[in-house]
């Protein structure tokens, strides 16, 4: 397909730590698979990272890290434009445009908004009045401005590409929904026809669901639960092998304990079926043993990761090859990115005198 012709795809990860399985499994292995075909544009969300106040020193770290990972999961800077979000200056500017056209209203019933500010101000109840909270909060520090406005500058890092695509987990749909509603209200406000609707990206029915190690619910960062793809192998056995499972079933042909499917819904990921099928077997029949679970369970999530653990050690210490990839990535992105700012500054009513 000529590259014109290609449909555009955005996605990005915020820079906040080293990618576990879940990212792999749920979205870099998806980049992956979209590079030959289409205009794929993936880049860290370093400015998106700032709502949370890292460490100053951490966050070129950071950045490099998800770089290393990026690449070390096989995306390939000849095919894709890789950025850093920083890098691209039209971004800053145009979220300056685009919130005044974003209601302080919908912002704060976006509902990862609703969870973060309820967190920082210690609110543990849905029905509590969180509004009320927020404007008589005296330290306001904990609620940051830049946390209320986290999808407007999101829609920005989509729109300013003219993204057709943006393959997101399930709890970036509301985000991806108000770019959407943006890009609505841009045309119809201005009567332009200049923004299209991006819409989610999904391989087959279902979005992959990718559990921790913990019994609850999904891996992630924060919860203590995951599996880095930089995990060495001692870390990971035994992380795996640490796992939260139960006492065993009782009776033939159970329906397993949410920990325990936890471990089976791993394995269907990393696994051969017949290897899945012979613990689903072995539990059905109560002559499982989740020891022997958990070092199988290892076994394939390793044959997954090593090579990538390995990849990304190796790419992470060629400092020159990662500012190259970079520096390469900002010039493409920078220019599809100056070209729309361009156009909705005039749009905008905003010209030289
Ligand atoms: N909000 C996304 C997340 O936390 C990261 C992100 C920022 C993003 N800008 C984006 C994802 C644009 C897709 C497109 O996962």
Redesign the pocket.
């Known amino acids: 397909m000529a590259e014109q012709d290609k449909k555009i795809v955005?996605?990005?990860?915020?820079s906040t730590g080293n990618l576990h399985l879940g990212n792999y499994l749920g979205a870099l292995s998806k980049f992956v698979r979209m590079q030959d075909d289409y205009d794929c544009r993936y880049f860290i969300?370093d400015l998106?990272a700032l709502t949370t106040h890292p460490d100053p020193k951490q966050m070129q770290e950071n950045v490099k890290s998800i770089l290393a990972e990026y690449l070390a999961a096989g995306l390939d800077p000849e095919k894709n434009t890789i950025f850093v979000q920083s890098d691209v200056p039209e971004v800053s500017e145009m979220y300056l445009l685009l919130n005044m056209h974003a209601g302080i209203g919908e912002l704060m019933r976006t509902a990862s908004f609703k969870d973060k500010a309820r967190k920082a101000l210690g609110i543990a109840t849905e029905g509590d009045d969180i509004e009320k909270e927020i404007i008589g909060n005296n330290t306001n520090r904990s609620v940051n401005a830049g946390l209320l406005t986290y999808p407007v500058?999101?829609a920005v890092?989509?729109l300013i590409q003219r993204a057709n695509l943006?393959p997101?987990g399930k709890d970036?749909e509301q985000?991806l929904e108000l770019t959407r509603r943006f890009a609505r209200r841009f045309n119809s406000f201005y009567g332009v026809d200049y923004f299209s609707e991006p819409v989610n990206f999904n391989f087959g029915a279902n979005a992959v669901k990718v559990p921790g190690l913990d019994g609850s619910g999904k891996m992630g960062k924060s919860e203590g639960n995951c599996i880095y793809l930089i995990d060495d192998e001692k870390t990971l056995r035994k992380k795996v092998m640490r796992a939260v499972t139960d006492e065993g079933p009782k009776e033939p042909n159970q329906t397993p304990s949410q920990p325990v499917e936890n471990l089976f819904t791993l394995m269907e990921l990393v696994s051969e079926p017949d290897v899945v099928a012979h613990y689903r077997n072995a539990y059905a029949d109560c002559s499982i043993r989740y020891g022997d679970l958990k070092k199988q369970l290892a076994e394939d999530i390793l044959k997954m990761t090593l090579p990538i653990r390995e990849r990304i050690l190796d790419i992470r210490g060629n400092d020159q090859y990662l500012s190259k990839v970079v520096a390469q990535g900002a010039e493409k992105a920078r220019e599809y990115a100056s070209a729309t700012l361009r156009d909705v500054r005039e749009i905008m009513g905003i010209k030289k005198l």
């Open positions: 955005v996605s990005g990860i915020r969300a998106h500058l999101m890092d989509i943006v997101v970036q985000h």
